[in-house]
């Protein structure tokens, strides 16, 4: 029998336009998730296996968003598409929740915070060198890679408290990876399909790139599901699978018009 892996996306959003987003964004804002003291002490293995881990994911989790803000306003102004800076501020805002559940659970834990790593480092820099696209496709890699990063962390230990905020980061991480894709995909649109091709397939490139990273640093975690081979194949299938969604809404998005909306 032929094995086909299944993407770990739990919900492909069918919003079809920027402002179903927004709209998504405006009801989860006030969703957010109360962590409770966590009464259970970490073993020495367990606090091993997260304690150099957690920090660089609440780290990555932290940003402002500068870059973003503003190139969203420009994408807004471009595509006449006002909601998109909204949804991006509120999306921003979500990530900023997931550092601090993060971070509550690292107090309780006497786990120290990261003020950079080379990982994050590297991903700021790459986002701040090229136009929205670059950021946006920067950013869903991570958040592929928090699909199955964080699945892992909720086995890494028994602490219920980690198992319920990785469940949160999960459920709304889904959300994202749908909105990115989506809007990266109305960017191809606007594209050759030669150029399109080739910047879904450069996007494949930095995934495998950040995945040796990605093992390199969080294998402890990442082993409690993951061979080397299974992380990669999970995560280059979620990839996969996140691209023909976003495709598909793409078009509901431009819903009739010419591919090419050529707003510039
Ligand atoms: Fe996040
Ligand atoms: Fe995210």
Known sequence: MKFRMQPSQSKFYPY?????????????APETLSVETDHRPLNSEEFARI??????????????????????????????????????????????????????FMHQHGIPRERASLNNTAFHKVRKLL???????????????????????????ESPVLQRICERILDEED???SFQLQHIEF????KSPTAAFLGDLLHFGLLNAALCAVWIRHHRVLRMRFSLFGFVRQANCDLSAAVHH???TALEMIDGRSRKIAFA
Not at 16 to 28: E, G, I, M, V
Not at 74 to 84: A, C, H, M, N, V
Not at 187 to 190: A, C, E, I, S, V
């Open 51 to 104: 304690a150099t881990s957690i920090p660089d994911f609440q780290l990555g989790e932290s940003s402002e968003g500068r870059t973003l803000r503003r190139l969203a306003g420009q994408f807004s102004d471009r595509f006449g598409l006002p909601e998109y800076s909204e949804a991006i501020d509120l999306f921003i805002r979500e990530e900023n929740r997931h550092a601090s559940y993060l971070l509550r």
């Open 131 to 157: 136009g929205i696209e670059t950021i946006l496709r920067t950013l869903v890699t991570g958040e592929i890679v928090a699909l199955t990063y964080y699945s892992c962390l909720a086995k890494a230990t």
């Open 246 to 248: 976003g495709r598909k």
């Open 187 to 190: 960017l191809n649109l606007q």
């Open 16 to 28: 079809q336009t920027t402002a179903d987003w927004l709209d998504y964004f405006r009801r989860n």
């Open 175 to 177: 959300a994202h990876v």
